[in-house]
């Protein structure tokens, strides 16, 4: 049973509806398919039907969930095809968050950041902490765009990325997987380092490239 966070001051009902739900899809305790049953959900939350439906519909936006006449809302199913699409994308706009980043290194504290977040990755490369290394990835990936310092591109990777948790690491990172990723994540961060902005970008790619397919692997 999914645990409902608390509701802060500033927060509307609505974000918080949706950032709670939002929140569950990427922990897993939503599931592709599930029907979010209007009558319980605004008990649990405390809301009318008016701010649950506008939370359904944004939500639906984001594609995370599809509202369907007579049928109600459900958790959305992507097929092989929906995340191929998914990830040609991510593959642009990721790889172009690299090269921005590397650009932009020496920036702010983007360099203390960087090499902090690669130690704590690499804490855990022989820990079965599967949720704590699924939290330092996305971590990783938002620290990235964050330091290419575009807006836009933060909020076209963040709508990209939400729908593929439903799919990856904690349902199928194994020790190899793991290994490959953190692998990953060293060759992109050095190049980011060096201010190497193409190898920066190619390493981006590759390690795009690579997700996508084990994450397709789990569609059906």
Do not use: C, W
């Not at 203390?112 to 855990?124: D, Q, T, V």
């Not at 990936?141 to 330091?147: K, N």
């Not at 190898?199 to 994450?215: W, Y």
Request: charged content about 30%.
């Amino acid at each position: 049973m999914t645990v409902k966070p608390k509701q802060t001051g500033t927060q509307s009902r609505v974000d918080f509806v949706v950032k709670t739900i939002r929140d569950g899809i990427r922990n897993g305790d939503y599931v592709p398919g599930q029907r979010l049953i209007e009558s319980d959900l605004t008990k649990e939350f405390g809301i009318s039907r008016g701010p649950f439906r506008e939370a359904m519909s944004r939500l639906a936006g984001d594609g995370l969930v599809v509202m369907e006449p007579h049928k109600g809302v459900a958790i959305r199913k992507m097929s092989r095809q929906d995340l191929q699409e998914l990830y040609e994308v991510r593959t642009v706009v990721e790889s172009l968050a690299a090269r921005l980043a590397a650009n932009k290194i020496d920036q702010d504290k983007h360099r203390k950041r960087l090499e902090k977040l690669m130690e704590s990755m690499r804490a855990l490369k022989d820990s079965s902490d599967v949720m704590g290394y699924t939290a330092l990835n996305d971590e990783f990936h938002g620290l990235i765009v964050a330091m290419g310092g575009n807006r836009y591109l933060m909020e076209l990777v963040n709508h990209l990325r939400v729908p593929i948790f439903r799919y990856q690491f904690h349902r199928f990172m194994d020790g190899s997987a793991k290994s490959q990723s953190i692998a990953d994540h060293e060759v992109i961060a050095a190049a980011i380092l060096k201010g190497d902005g193409p190898g920066a970008e190619r390493a981006m790619r590759r390690h795009i490239v690579h997700s996508g397919k084990l994450t397709r692997q789990l569609a059906g």
